[in-house]
């Protein structure tokens, strides 16, 4: 399962990207606490995803700043390495319906590996209305930044994990489990994991100190390719 965050494959792209929107060498840019925190939800691989899981968030940074995701497995193949790996696609934009996103991401994923340096073979990118473009496997090592983590010393964060309840959510009523992450006796971190979501697992996530928070719209197992590929390749819908 894709469990750890959503923001890390933002952090690809925009670093990937000039600040004209074309595709560009440099540093992987900054990203906002709620992206950061998101980053640390996905070190782990995609074993339990299957062709056709979707999964769409709300985020909200306060100020009015509310934007929305959509991440979708539309595929599945063999990568250059012989792995088992998915085709993992990626949507932001500021409307729900993402009819007109501000970034689209496709990348071919490795089960077990997770969205990394390590896991992903192949990226394209697309900003706006520019037509995707894919990012030399050579340069994804280069572009790929490890998730930040918290700075902390020993015994300064604690995670306690609640029992499951009932959580209400933009998708519905949903089991979840309640995990609070405390550093140095402050709360720092909601989160809400559902076994009933695929992919992420990820029902909500508050941040209180700063008021932030994202929380699942929709959730479905009917995914298919949103992102049209330049010379696509016949074994991207493969089984």
Do not use: C, N
Request: glycine share 12%; aromatic share 4%.
């Amino acid at each position: 399962m894709i469990s750890r965050g959503l923001g890390s494959v933002a952090v690809l792209a925009f670093g990937a990207a000039g600040a004209d929107g074309s595709m560009a060498g440099g540093a992987i840019g900054s990203v906002d606490p709620v992206a950061q925190a998101l980053i640390r939800h996905m070190a782990h691989g995609a074993r339990d995803a299957k062709r056709g899981d979707w999964i769409s968030y709300r985020t909200d940074a306060g100020g009015g700043r509310v934007s929305f995701w959509r991440l979708s497995a539309v595929g599945s193949e063999k990568d250059a390495l012989g792995r088992d790996a998915l085709w993992i696609e990626v949507e932001l934009g500021q409307h729900e319906d993402l009819r007109a996103p501000l970034l689209q991401m496709k990348m071919l994923v490795a089960r077990g590996e997770g969205l990394g340096a390590d896991g992903v073979t192949r990226l394209f990118v697309a900003i706006g209305a520019d037509p995707p473009k894919e990012i030399s496997p050579d340069r994804l090592h280069t572009l790929w930044r490890s998730p930040p983590a918290r700075a902390h010393g020993p015994g300064e964060e604690i995670i306690r994990t609640r029992e499951e309840g009932r959580l209400m959510t933009h998708a519905g009523t949903l089991p979840a489990i309640p995990i609070e992450i405390y550093h140095r006796g402050s709360l720092i971190e909601r989160i809400w994991m559902s076994h009933r979501l695929p992919l992420l697992g990820l029902a909500k996530l508050e941040m209180p100190s700063i008021g932030h928070a994202m929380e699942v719209t929709g959730f479905g197992r009917d995914a298919v390719p949103r992102m049209i590929l330049p010379d696509r390749q016949p074994s991207e819908g493969a089984q």
